[in-house]
């Protein structure tokens, strides 16, 4: 086995979130109750990656929570609320871009802006136009644990880009992040509606494009279902489930996702996550996948410095690169709050377990990171 160590310009910015104290609300309010907001984060991991024959250890921008920074304006309209929001990631090298041939190190694209949504809210509901999250964006990812910050539904954040190693020592050409998803919408240029809130339940519906892409004019469109709620005996639970659809341009077919995700915390601190989903592919020749996701996790005050999480959670999926293929995932971790610095610390590891018609090693991550927001 070789080890390679690659250190890239990112620590700087880890020593910095590490060192720095908590801002004070970079907030301006004025006179008719409306604000102008700066806000962002650092999220930079130290990641090693075994692939069975070779381990690669880097410093990088976590891609599970990238580094960003954005601008959230609000202004007050009689019973409406007006709000612009923008927001980017800042193009540091990253975890969906690094595998072992190398980590891209191109910098900042049109494609890390998150966010460039105008809204206006009232009794009505929202209404939301622009670049921003589908209805069904975080569907697959309801959760209440604190260990969540680094363990959740979607677990290729830090190695999805690396190659599964075959038994004979070659590289193949399917990676960590084709063997797995979980389905989760994500940010589209999209008009979008959101229900007022009934005792808990909440609806959005929305349409959008791939904006931020010249080769996607695919259309996109997705209907979803909120609830949370905090009973009388101080249980919190939360649920999502979410229809969405891609129709693809070239008149191949569609692309029609199922997704949903629940989550109970108790208040002993213990808390049980769970999410599903399916995929149906109307293109000839496509897999249908489908995968199913579970953890266990405790939370508590045991140090002074602020709360502790701990987890463990399990994947497993089918027929995501080919008909008959398997995914088995899992991973632990422990994330600790910092209040004086407003940082979460914390520490994973993952392993991934990819069986189709040949045998691939395990693949293996360990993740010591630190998000720091102001």
Do not use: C
């Not at 995914?327 to 004086?340: E, M, Y």
């Not at 914390?346 to 069986?355: A, E």
């Amino acid at each position: 086995m070789t080890v390679k160590l690659k250190v890239l310009p990112v620590a700087a910015v880890f020593s910095a979130t590490t060192a720095i104290p908590a801002f004070a609300d970079l907030k301006y309010q004025n006179n008719s109750g409306g604000s102008v907001e700066l806000y962002g984060q650092f999220d930079p991991v130290i990641v090693s990656v075994d692939d069975g024959q070779e381990t690669e250890t880097r410093l990088l921008d976590n891609d599970l929570s990238n580094s960003r920074v954005g601008l959230r304006v609000i202004q007050p309209y009689g019973s409406n609320e007006f709000m612009f929001r923008f927001e980017s990631g800042l193009g540091l090298p990253s975890t969906a871009t690094a595998n072992q041939n190398g980590t891209n190190t191109n910098g900042w694209t049109r494609s890390d802006i998150r966010h460039v949504d105008f809204s206006l809210k009232g009794g009505y509901g929202k209404f939301s136009a622009g670049q921003g999250s589908m209805a069904s964006d975080g569907a697959a990812e309801t959760d209440l644990s604190y260990v969540g910050t680094a363990l959740y539904s979607f677990t290729n954040d830090e190695n999805g880009a690396f190659f599964y190693r075959g038994a004979d020592g070659v590289l193949s050409d399917i990676t960590v992040g084709d063997s797995s998803s979980n389905f989760d919408g994500g940010r589209r240029g999209r008009i979008r509606y959101d229900t007022p809130d009934f005792n808990g339940f909440s609806a959005a519906i929305a349409y959008g494009q791939n904006i931020l892409s010249s080769s996607d004019d695919d259309d996109y469109y997705d209907i979803a279902l909120k609830y949370g709620n905090t009973f009388a005996n101080g249980i919190e639970f939360a649920a999502s489930f979410a229809y969405a659809v891609r129709d693809f341009d070239d008149g191949s077919g569609e692309q029609r996702d199922t997704i949903g995700s629940a989550s109970v915390l108790l208040p002993s601190g213990f808390s049980f996550t769970a999410a599903l989903g399916s995929r149906d592919n109307t293109s000839a020749g496509a897999s249908d996948p489908d995968y199913w996701y579970t953890k266990l996790a405790y939370e508590g005050d045991w140090v002074s410095w602020g709360k502790t999480g701990v987890g463990i959670d399990y994947f497993d999926g089918s027929d995501f690169e080919n008909q008959g293929s398997s995914t088995k995932s899992w991973g632990i971790a422990v994330v600790q709050r910092i209040d004086a610095i407003n940082t979460d610390a914390y520490l994973k590891y993952r392993n991934h377990d990819f069986d189709d018609t040949v045998d691939f090693d395990k693949n293996e991550a360990w993740v010591l990171g630190a998000l720091w927001k102001f």
